[in-house]
């Protein structure tokens, strides 16, 4: 098991990021974000489900595969508000389309829809995080 302090939900507190099965491609990550009222640690459960995360300016996105030998996959653009997460956009191939959503006001738009693209591991982990840069400076998404 690893674990981590850092302060996820940007509230100047460190939170707790537990990441088990180092071995697995995807760990297993769990977060529990620190209550200064309370001073206490809470789980926020979402986070186990969303698989892989990573940093993005002050927010994250997840990737997570869903089969068709790796074709089929899904990666979310959130932040976390205390103990929260805000989705804010999507992406993803289910195997023959792409799509684009984003949240705008109170709903999901698509704003994007296409054959799913062929690439590498590698390839598709820079195009998503592309994409998402993309996306974060067109729509202000912050």
Same mark, same amino acid.
């Given at each position: 098991m690893e674990v981590y302090l850092e302060d996820m939900n940007r509230d100047n507190h460190p939170d707790v990021l537990?990441?088990?099965d180092p071995?697995?491609?995807y760990k297993s990550r769990n977060l529990f974000v620190f209550n200064p009222e309370s001073v206490s640690l809470i789980s926020?459960?979402?986070f186990a489900q969303l698989g892989a995360t990573y940093t993005i300016g002050n927010l994250f996105y997840s990737y997570i595969t869903? %089969?068709?030998a790796d074709e089929c996959w899904e990666s979310i653009l959130f932040r976390i508000d205390s103990t929260k997460i805000v989705n804010l956009?999507?992406? %993803?191939?289910d195997c023959y389309n792409f799509t684009v959503s984003v949240l705008l006001g109170q709903e999901n738009k698509i704003v994007e829809i296409k054959k799913c693209p062929s690439f590498g591991f590698n390839a598709k982990h820079?195009?998503?995080e592309?994409?998402?840069k993309g996306i974060i400076s067109s729509y202000k998404i912050n």
């Open positions: 537990l990441l088990d071995p697995h491609r926020v459960p979402e869903c %089969g068709c956009a999507r992406q %993803g191939c820079q195009s998503i592309s994409k998402w």
